[in-house]
């Protein structure tokens, strides 16, 4: 079975954000918004959003390999994808989670509420 995991170091505009994730390919999945031809906003607000945001690249290299050590330290050490780099400083992280895609449209089917247009549920 695979762990899927990465420590993952995302490079933007305005820093540098630092997260242990599972599936973090889910990132460029269905970039639907116009403006996001490299990330897909909403998942990258959805992994990224509470992270500190490092101004240098040594201070975010430092946080990865702090994660990375504590998870390897712990009873089950796997880090499948080890510490990874993600974009390349041009994208601009979104101050507040993005739509799902230019015109959404909520409805609720069964209790759940997704989007007509996309298909996006919604958490």
């Known amino acids: 079975m695979s762990a899927d995991n990465v420590v993952a170091i995302l490079r933007t505009r305005d ?17 639907r918004r116009k403006g996001d031809p490299q990330f897909n906003a909403r998942q990258l607000w959805f992994y990224f959003g509470d992270c500190k945001v490092f101004t ?13 050590d504590e998870i390897m330290n ?31 449209m909520p409805i609720s089917i069964n209790g759940q509420e997704q989007c007509q247009n996309c298909g996006e549920y919604y958490l």
């Open 74 to 104: 712990d009873s089950c050490p796997i880090v499948e994808y080890g510490i990874q780099l993600i974009g390349d400083g041009t994208f601009e992280f979104p101050q507040e989670c993005p739509p799902c895609c230019d015109n959404p």
């Open 15 to 31: 820093g540098y954000r630092v997260k242990h994730a599972q599936a973090i390919e889910n990132i460029y999945y269905q970039c």
């Open 56 to 68: 240098e690249a040594p201070e975010a290299w430092k946080e990865a390999q702090r994660i990375y």
